[in-house]
């Protein structure tokens, strides 16, 4: 009863990740060749390695559970949202869009969209996926080590190198607070 649900959900993630990764790698090309500079190269797998975790894990996690969650309607509301607001934030940086950390030098900091409201809004989208998915198929475990590495993956890498980055090239002066 579960099987074909997970399984639309894993084709579903999959193609947006291979479309993203597409679209990033034009999006790379086209800055690289404005001069971009790419910082956290050396972090970049750790996002591959707890992606293709998570996802292992929930798809595995879930069979074990054999149910859908009781509060399904939730859970999937929840990555819909996040859906809606990663494709705003792809939108809305255009083809400064990217999964890696891409400034061209002197370039504006984009104030439109989500980034108008929050800093780092295409995180908040991950997130949210990175719990609602998992805890559509009863995933628990699975939801709770993915949050966990992916804010310690962000919190203490990610963001801070991407400030750094911006602080540099753009001279955006960063909030530490």
């Known amino acids: 009863m579960v099987e074909w649900p997970i399984t639309v959900m894993a084709v579903v993630i999959v193609g947006q990740r ?34 293709a975790g998570w996802l292992a894990g929930w798809i595995t996690e879930g069979r074990a559970a054999g149910a859908i969650s009781a509060v399904w309607p939730v859970w999937l509301g929840l990555f819909i949202c996040a859906q809606l607001l990663r494709y705003w934030c792809i939108i809305s940086l255009g083809r400064c869009w990217n999964t890696r950390i891409l400034v061209i030098p002197g370039q504006q900091y984009v104030q439109r969209g989500p980034y108008r409201l929050i800093r780092h809004p295409n995180y908040l989208a991950v997130a949210t996926e990175l719990v609602a998915v998992p805890l559509l198929f009863g995933a628990v475990k699975t939801a709770a080590i993915a949050t966990v ?4 993956l962000l919190l203490f890498i990610r963001i801070p190198e991407e ?3 911006l602080e540099r090239l753009c001279g955006l002066e960063v909030d530490r607070h």
Request: hydrophobic share 50%; net charge positive.
């Open 163 to 165: 400030e750094r980055a």
């Open 149 to 152: 590495c992916n804010a310690a």
């Open 18 to 51: 291979l479309v993203e990764l597409l679209l990033a790698q034009s999006n790379r090309r086209w800055a690289l060749a404005r001069g971009a500079q790419e910082y956290g190269a050396r972090h970049y797998w750790l996002f591959f390695i707890l992606h």
